[in-house]
């Protein structure tokens, strides 16, 4: 196996040859023949085991054993340990899911802290078919089925071309010890059950399943890479960067077909899941929104304005009589001038005496008005807002610069009408928004 896996490395994966690996080393066969490969091409590698402690003894004899492991390879080993019972009391999620939340974010840091340039992980085809069968159980498409990545990011799969009998087979020919999870037998996981019963009788259907498996594997994963080229073409013509919000044209979306099939490949990436709900965005009355967990789609007149959701803040931000900057969460300069310039929406000329200091700036609240300059009488906020057909998003980000409760300045749109500069003003106060 090791001049395929060679050959394999040369062709398909040339840039380890010069990088810094970590081998993520479980103790196990497919870990530990990873590792002796790794060596054995002339890696620069570094073993890295997780204690979960979740099987006590044993799992501290898997640790020892990755320890004795990096010796005898002449290679560098980093541990840690986790109290993973007392993480999963503390929070929601199945252990499996929370053990390999814990290893990757430890892998992370530790990539991050000294260095490593790629995280090598002994992933093999049987591993793939157990991935596919699982995400076809749930119901998933096609970038389910895709089959596990040989890389993502800086997580490389070395062994992902190789069926997990060529790797026993070089652990036995190699006379190489490995350890045995206990773990791996319990059929209450679905993994293990899917890898003990179905996977056995998949391949006593046909003597060369896995490598017909393989290349469907092959033909679904080009077939994903067409799609998501039809979907980045179809993004650069409907999705319109706005600054903090990207605007999608309603009516020459409604015209793609299937519509629910365009909607999924558009939107997963921003988290929605209520597909129903999106679909319904496109006929709802303005002012209607679904929320995923990461973004808001508002319905707005004939777009859909899609954003990030961030936390509006409820902090105020004191501009004192004598500070001639505001560096956040805006920029403000502050200056005394002797005349009042052309004025713009980015610019206002106050009359000193007509100020409370420190002004405060926060953000906008349901009640607020104004008197818009140039206009005789007060206008709540939201209607001025509304004339000015300011969406949703827009409203949420909104500074507005006050004097005790009063709006001075809505910033970078409308000053107010009480604070401007008249005949008996002695001290001109100039404000610019530095946007």
Request: hydrophobic share 40%; proline share 3%.
């Amino acid at each position: 196996m090791f001049p395929q896996f060679k050959a394999h490395l040369k062709a398909n994966l040339p840039f380890l040859e010069k990088a810094r690996v970590l081998v993520a080393c479980s103790g196990g066969m497919d870990s530990v023949v990873l590792a002796h490969l790794s060596v054995s091409a002339g890696l620069d590698v570094t073993l890295a085991h997780c204690n979960f402690k979740l099987r006590g003894s044993e799992s501290d004899g898997d640790e020892q054993f990755v320890r004795n492991l990096a010796k005898e390879l002449g290679v560098g080993v980093e541990v840690k340990s986790f109290e993973t019972k007392k993480y999963v009391r503390q929070n929601r999620g199945s252990l499996q899911m929370i053990a390999r939340e814990l290893r990757y974010q430890w892998f992370n840091e530790l990539m991050g802290a000294k260095g490593f340039d790629y995280l090598l992980t002994a992933h093999h085809v049987d591993d793939s078919l157990e991935t596919f069968l699982i995400n076809l159980s749930r119901g998933t498409g096609i970038d389910g089925l895709s089959g596990i990545p040989i890389q993502n990011g800086k997580v490389v799969r070395p062994l992902l071309d190789f069926p997990q009998k060529n790797l026993m087979d070089y652990a036995k020919r190699e006379n190489l010890s490995w350890r045995e999870d206990s773990s791996n037998s319990d059929k209450k996981y679905l993994r293990n059950k899917i890898r003990l019963e179905i996977v056995p009788k998949l391949k006593e259907l046909h003597p060369t399943f896995l490598e017909n498996f393989k290349q469907t594997q092959v033909h679904l994963q080009d077939s994903h890479v067409l799609m998501q080229n039809h979907l980045q073409e179809i993004k650069s013509i409907l999705f319109a960067d706005d600054g903090d919000v990207i605007r999608v044209a309603i009516e020459p979306l409604k015209e793609l077909n299937p519509i629910e099939a365009y909607l999924y490949g558009l939107f997963k990436e921003y988290g929605f899941t209520e597909w129903e709900d999106v679909k319904g965005l496109l006929n709802a009355m303005s002012g209607k929104k679904v929320l995923s967990k990461t973004h808001s789609l508002l319905k707005d007149r004939e777009y859909l304005l899609l954003s990030k959701i961030e936390n509006r803040t409820n902090e105020v931000y004191s501009v004192h009589d004598k500070q001639t900057m505001l560096e956040s969460p805006i920029q403000l300069k502050m200056e005394k001038v002797d005349a009042v310039e052309k004025s713009s929406p980015d610019t206002i000329f106050l009359d000193k005496k007509k100020l409370n200091f420190p002004l405060v700036l926060r953000n906008w609240q349901k009640g607020d008005y104004f008197y818009p300059y140039g206009m005789k009488g007060g206008k709540k906020l939201s209607k001025f807002f509304k004339d000015e057909k300011m969406d949703v998003f827009s409203k949420e980000k909104q500074w507005l610069l006050c004097s005790n409760d009063e709006i001075v300045w809505v910033v970078g749109r409308r000053a107010d009408e009480r604070f401007k500069v008249d005949k008996s003003t002695e001290t001109i106060i100039k404000i610019t928004f530095v946007a």
